[in-house]
């Protein structure tokens, strides 16, 4: 019997960062995922009409967000910064991430749409390239070359190393290999939250996925 | 000498929960705005190239992203729920609060870019009332109605109820009398806020920005 029930789609999508951040603290949880086609039985049931949603048992709490999610995660089982700056400078990165993958929602339902293959590769060119380069690379670049810890705050894995490298895998399978020079760095952090221990299992299942 | 100077635009904005919490904590800070014509020049200097920025002086830290100052301030001076599932509950709502100002852009952009009257009055129709009349409004109202203390969360005002006031104040702002019976019970809140102490000044200021 655990104390969390997590329900997301069989997706990686929001859901892959929390999956791993479980799976890294050895806290278990019920990974239930829904159906696309029980979707819209579900959604209206859902808190906010939205997944992921972790059903927090012992409190009887329904709780939707994925950073929301994150960070209860963290308060309760560790991964948070050490200091409230610390957990500022968290936040704010995580929010840099929701942005980053609100902008590139043109380029997301390009594919997820099925909007044909010269509609993908304007998007691709046009919204995922740029943003992913000019808003996104720079500032994540900057704060792991200051803290130099090789994680993005403070000298511990905390939460958002863990959202960060879910996206940047995602990010990293999606970009040609001659064209993805901009975010090697970014990528060498991954590998390095990817090496953390408890992770193998769930690594090995989430290849399936391209979102 | 103040320790925060606010960074933001000579608007409300996503500075505005932000400066009302501030006056009610009783917070001094500088709060500096910027001219329009010279964002291009400030933006690239600024982390993220993104206002609002907080700077935290003593400690040399510039914070961007709106959520993450407000949770940062009540962190340092009051204004954090009580427990970490209270904690999470805010964070999940303020989250929902990004999201809808996400979705209503398409909105925002029919006035800020003078669309035309019939542009402006097609996105007022079809993208701001669904968006706040069937995602925003419902878990709001929800969520009053089961607390019962008249704030968002626990028994006294949290950072959450700013950010919910300042952005309800602008919606009833904004949509004709007539139609607005479905926000009223937020509005009701919004009064609640708004009577808290040291608040006077600000809403008087505000008074002559629509954003």
Known sequence: MTNYELVYFELNGRAGGIRLFLDFLQVPFTDTRIPRQDWPTLKPKIKFGQIPVLKIL??????????????????????????????????????????TIIAVRPWIWSITKNLGEEEQTKQYKET?????????????????????????????????????????????????????????????????????PNLEKRLEDRKQYIF
């Open 128 to 196: 995922l390239i740029p943003v992913i380069k000019d808003n996104f690379v720079p500032p994540f670049l900057k704060q792991l070359k200051e803290n130099g810890s090789g994680f993005l705050v403070g000298k511990k894995p905390t939460w958002i190393d863990f959202m960060l490298a879910d996206v940047v895998d995602r990010v990293d399978k999606i970009i040609p290999p001659d064209g993805k020079d901009f975010i090697a760095p970014l990528v060498s952090h991954r590998d390095k939250v990817f090496s953390l």
């Open 58 to 99: 012992d409190k009887g709490i329904e709780l939707p967000q994925s950073v929301a999610i994150l960070r209860y995660l963290a308060t309760k089982h560790g991964g948070l910064g050490e200091t409230p700056e610390d957990n500022a400078i968290i936040d704010s990165f995580a929010d840099l991430i929701q942005d």
